[in-house]
């Protein structure tokens, strides 16, 4: 999906808090070859967040934690402009 020209992609990991194994093998193709930026919107609490991101390799300052529906939806139009 692009929005204003710039490629989009939500991904949801809803698995009991863990990524599956080729996720992060996914996010470092997408950084390192495609250079897009990624980040994680989750209703978990700020420890588990940073948690996955951490093994996903997800910087902390696109992390949106304890994000509730509308909120996570907020999070997602503040960054397609």
Known sequence: MAVNTVPRLLISLE?????????????????????LKVGMITGDNKHQALKVAAHLNIPIEYVTYRAYPNEKKKVVMKYQG
């Open 15 to 35: 698995e009991l808090h863990a990524a599956k194994p080729e996720a992060r093998a996914l996010i470092t193709y997408l950084t390192e070859k495609l250079k």
